[in-house]
């Protein structure tokens, strides 16, 4: 499974920012997509996830009601709506691929940087 994350940015408090996670291998629609972010000095934490087959989410406390995860089952991609973004929200976001719930990944793509400045 490869995974190309892509859509990140500099954006200001308040504002938002759409990541998208192209999937692709044979094997891509039996996993989970998950995101999932580090900040500098800090370890990787995990963010949102949904299932392919069955829609379940699951978000991290600190970015409900804030972040959406969708998918587009026809082209394999998903995206990561965030919005309300605060400078605690910078960190590089990666994709991955795994098992539900996605406590971690087994298939890790690119990270793309996110930064909000106040």
């Known amino acids: 499974v490869q995974l190309q994350a892509s859509g990140g940015g500099s954006v200001q408090a308040g504002g938002s920012l759409r990541l998208s996670c192209a999937a692709s291998?044979?094997?891509?629609?039996?996993?989970?997509i998950g995101w999932f972010r580090q900040a500098p000095g800090s370890e990787r934490e995990f963010i949102a996830t949904i299932n392919w087959g069955g829609g379940r989410i699951r978000y991290a406390d600190p970015v409900k009601g804030r972040f959406s995860i969708s998918r587009d089952n026809a082209n394999n991609t998903v995206w990561l709506q965030m919005n309300n973004l605060q400078p605690e929200d910078t960190a590089v976001y990666y994709c991955?691929?795994?098992?539900?719930?996605?406590?971690?990944?087994?298939?890790w793509g690119k990270g793309t940087q996110v930064t909000v400045s106040s």
């Open positions: 991955a691929a795994g098992a539900w719930p996605m406590v971690g990944g087994r298939y």
């Open positions: 291998g044979r094997t891509a629609h039996a996993y989970a």
